[in-house]
């Protein structure tokens, strides 16, 4: 059970990723939603619950297999103090370490992903091989909900079971949307939950806004008896005011009075 | 099923790596693995019929440190798995081995969906990617170590479920990315890769009892090709001819091609799969023939080439 300062103290990192994120969907397009509706998530799994050694490089594994949310990924990595907060804004620009998808140019990054659907089969890989080293490293990947569309999710759902992968995680941010529309429209995806039940495995439904639900699931996921899913049900662009839970939200940029209401609100929150 | 394929050699040398390597694993799509199973049967893992988990799995052990050699059939892993080769292999830099079974027209009568006849092509496109395709069971051996001792992905090419794999007499050692001069020769330039040097060497004996002088290369290592070699060749022997068990379009004929025309001297002709699907049905000695594959059609292309001006 978490206390309730370190969920306060949680809390306020999410929205710094939140404002961060801000900072670079007022300068530019880019997929906001993805990372505003995971920042939560991420900050529980970068502030609580990954283990760092004292060197500061990360003793369990990530894999954002959800790549086009990897403004909220870069943004953990200012949080870590691994990049400059100016250099958000920046991203995509000539001669940014920062691109639109994770690459192995940007600090903190453990895997380049950006094609859907690849990086649930490397954390099985990753965490089959940490098995075999006996290690106490925990693989965590996070999945979009419109992800699942992909097969090879299915193939890796598939197997994870099959090699008794206790320390495999993996989360899915059920933000409802994806690129042209709602899942629910362009392929439904739900009921998730049972998806992930009928491939064996072990599965906590979350509110992914819900702090303390947050931290809860991934501490209950990371006692060793998975491989365990988090399904995470979210808003898409969450903290943006007029944007949040449209389908605008996938890819946009806000203009300067959206990125003004959205970063009072994210104050107001505080 | 040949006697190769009951106690094929990549796997006695993926085995004989792994006692002195903890790292080496093998992961398979729905394959056994003979002997390195039952000496490591925590080491090997069938993840069933998922190309592209597959190789995303591999991507991860290795990932983690480990030096994964993947079984697989080389139609499926190379175009189902593609891009989990480029993006989670080569882009993210993991040691990778792939070992494709079932290449070329090996699979016969089981049809075009179980020709391998693009994978060379494809590959041949992924930046840092190795692609080496062994002439008999013992360049398999040398493959699988050579592939073990680089640091990045490798494809090795590996026929043996039909053709002829037994030890080629007189092959000398092979390094990876460097032809191997099997005969001197000055008239013109035999290039073969994997199933295609046998053939090569009896076109160039027939060749040589009507006194024709051909160079015979086994180019062994498709990428990085030696690029010397074949410099060297259409320079000295002006004109080259190449022989694949793989489509004309993008194999080794490709490669050399591409090579001739940027340095702008010598000739190239290609023989390989043609441009079609191979929808015949017979077994793979026929299919070879079919495909102009056999060392009659190979001797008459190479004699077409010597005629040509």
Known sequence: ?270 | MSSYMSAPPHLAAITELAHGNPDVVIVSQDFGAGPFSDAFPGRHFDVGISEQNLVGVAAGLAHAGKLPFVLSMAPFVSMRGFEQIRDDCAYNRNNVKIIALFTGLEAGPWGATHHAMEDIALLRTIPGMTIIVPADSNEVGWAVKAAAAMDGPVYIRLAGFAADMSPIEGSPPLRAGEAALLREGSQLTLIATGTAVRTALAVHDALARDGIDARLLNMHTIKPIDRAAVVRAARETGKLLTIEEHSIIGGLGSAVAEIVAEVGVGRVRRVGIPDRFCTEIGPYRELLALCGLDAASVEASARELIRAG
């Open chain 1, 1 to 270: 059970m978490t206390d309730e300062t370190e969920i306060r103290e949680l809390q306020q990192r999410a929205l710094s990723l939140r404002r961060h994120i801000v900072s670079i969907a007022s300068a530019q397009r880019s997929h906001l939603g993805g990372s505003m509706s995971s920042a939560d998530l991420m900050a529980a799994l970068f502030f609580r619950f990954l283990r760092f050694d004292s060197n500061g490089r990360m003793h369990d594994h990530f894999l954002l297999s959800k790549g086009h949310a990897v403004h909220v990924y870069h943004a953990c990595m200012v949080e870590l103090e691994q990049i400059a907060a100016s250099e958000l804004p920046l991203s995509g620009t000539s001669g940014s370490r920062l691109g639109g998808h994770p690459t192995l140019r940007a600090p903190g990054v453990e895997f380049a992903t950006g094609s859907l659907g690849h990086a649930l089969s490397v954390g099985v890989g990753i965490a089959l091989a940490e098995a075999l080293n006996q290690s106490d490293r925990r693989t965590v990947v996070l999945l979009g909900d419109g992800e699942l569309q992909e097969g090879s999710v299915w193939e890796a759902a598939f197997c994870a079971p099959h090699f008794g992968l206790r320390n495999l995680i993996a989360i899915v941010d059920a933000n409802e949307f994806q690129a042209s529309g709602s899942t629910a429209e362009i392929m439904a995806v739900e009921p998730i939950a049972e998806k992930w039940l009928a491939f064996r495995w072990q599965v906590i439904e979350i509110d992914g806004h819900d702090m303390r639900a947050v931290a809860d699931a991934l501490d209950e996921a990371g006692r060793g008896s998975g491989p365990v899913a988090i399904v995470a049900h979210t808003v898409k662009g969450k903290g943006t005011p007029g944007v949040e839970g449209t389908g605008r939200a996938h890819y946009t940029r806000l203009t300067a009075e959206e990125a003004e209401e959205t970063l009072a609100a994210l104050s107001a929150a505080r």
